[in-house]
């Protein structure tokens, strides 16, 4: 459960700037939006919708969260990945650029962040939260060294395993673009101990990060093998009036050649071997047949329509639907609630080839299904029509804008003071909010395109001949 994420001096963020999930305590509806932050009388909220003109740094939170992920999971190899500072200050240039998460595990509160420059890791620290205080579990300088908090015995007297490690790591050198968490990462996971765990997972498995137009590549599969899931997915896609009423799959088998063998070996696990040839994007995958390995079986997905009649008419495949029913489907998954664990499914642009309807009935879905369950969606949109008090707390919108010196800044709705009966859309478009494009004269672009504006005038003057 995300508490709060923190950047500084990354792409369009100069000053430090905070996404804080907590909610505020002077709003007394949507209760059922609020998760309780153990042993506080605080609460997060489940939902985080981020409106802002074009270039205003709405997705560039998306992709700090997703570098900062990304630098924990997948170590030094993504060193590619020197951060790109704040440009539009040259002081900022030689500064590192800074990551931070407040997020919950079971019933604690960590804080782990990180600071990273061009010549690699600054400093990195991870901490529990007690009470107002937080105690230090481990904190690296500059020069790769790690210490160990002293208290991370008694902190956590019921996991000696995560100490022993942590003190074994910290008498080892360490390379300067690899984070201490992503060498404990590196580690198996029965040597790190129910916490250590537990915080690594939730870094780098329960916070989702999805790109615009972003494709599940475990959809097939997961349409294929988990039933629940292929029923809740049909019942979604038919509420929702894309004329699908059920997913089936054609399945075809066929002589296996010799070369294809060892792509399939490559590419999949060693009892199946599953794999698509055609990208995440697609509707069709191929794998060895398990009873027969000198068969290959192709399973396309195919979606059934009814007539008029209600029978089923129409049979297509999948990649033969809309860009918008596509989309759809590939989040489902992300979506779809998994017993027994936390979710943060961080969406850029939702409204990405979807209808306006069809985001609100999404936003709708996420948030009063699973009442109590630590699930949390953030999106950025410019879908207008999710501005709604009907649909979301006031704790749950943000305005993203850039200040006078090119700065991204984060604002709450609510330090607009909105009033309860506000139609916050109307507010928002008539820009009692900010975050709105500021367009200049645009008429006199005409000239540009060989013709002029009287013309036009001229024409509208005129009276409609019989």
Not at 65 to 92: C, H, V
Not at 144 to 168: A, C, H, I, N, Q
Not at 336 to 354: A, F, K, T
């Amino acid at each position: 459960m995300l508490i709060s994420f923190s950047v500084s001096n990354f792409r369009s963020f100069g000053e430090e700037v905070t996404l804080d999930m907590v909610a505020s305590t002077k709003l007394p509806d949507h209760a059922d939006h609020l998760i309780e932050i153990d042993g506080t009388d605080k609460h997060v909220v489940r939902t985080a919708l981020l409106y802002g003109p074009n270039a205003s740094g709405k997705s560039n939170l998306i992709k700090a969260m997703d570098y900062a992920q990304s630098l924990i999971w997948k170590g030094s190899q993504n060193l590619f990945a020197t951060p790109e500072p704040f440009r539009f200050d040259s002081m900022t240039a030689s500064k590192p650029s800074s990551f931070e998460f407040r997020f919950m595990v079971g019933n604690e509160i960590f804080t782990y962040g990180f600071d990273v420059g061009r010549r690699g890791i600054e400093s990195e620290w991870l901490c529990s939260l007690r009470g107002s205080r937080e105690k230090i579990i481990f904190e690296r300088n500059a020069k790769g060294l790690t210490e160990v908090g002293e208290g991370v015995k008694s902190l956590f007297p019921d996991d000696e395993e995560m100490y022993r490690t942590l003190s074994v790591l910290s008498q080892l050198p360490i390379r300067p673009s690899q984070l201490f968490l992503s060498r404990a990462n590196s580690l198996p996971v029965e040597s790190l101990g129910s916490t250590l765990r537990g915080i690594i997972e939730w870094l780098t498995e329960d916070l989702i990060i999805l790109e615009a137009d972003v494709r599940a590549c475990n959809m097939l599969e997961r349409l294929y093998s988990d039933d629940l899931f292929k029923r809740f997915a049909e019942s979604f896609l038919c509420n929702v009036d894309t004329g699908i009423c059920e997913l089936v799959f054609h399945e075809q088998s066929r002589d296996c050649r010799d070369h294809e063998r060892e792509v399939f070996q490559y590419h999949g696990d060693e009892n199946h071997y599953p794999y698509s040839r055609f990208g995440c994007s697609g509707d069709t995958d191929e794998r060895i047949d398990p009873s027969d390995p000198t068969k290959v079986i192709t399973r396309q997905l195919m979606t059934h329509h009814r007539g008029s009649d209600g029978d089923i008419r129409f049979a297509l495949p999948f990649s033969e639907e809309s860009d918008g029913t596509q989309q759809l489907l590939h989040y489902l998954p992300y979506l779809h609630p998994q017993q027994g664990r936390s979710r943060v499914v961080v969406i850029d642009e939702l409204d990405r080839s979807l209808h306006p309807k069809l985001c609100w009935e999404l936003v709708n879905f996420f948030t009063k299904s699973c009442p109590g369950v630590r699930r949390q969606m953030i999106v950025t949109t410019h879908e207008a029509h999710l501005l709604d008090q009907d649909l979301l707390r006031r704790d749950e919108y943000w305005m993203v804008e850039k200040d006078g010196t090119g700065q991204s800044r984060l604002t709450p709705l609510t330090d607009f003071n909105v009033r309860k009966d506000l139609n916050l859309r109307k507010g928002y478009l008539q820009g009692r909010f900010d975050a709105l494009p500021i367009i200049g004269d645009i008429s006199s672009l005409a000239s540009w395109l060989g013709c002029t504006t009287e013309g036009v005038k001229e024409d509208a003057q005129k009276e409609p001949s019989a």
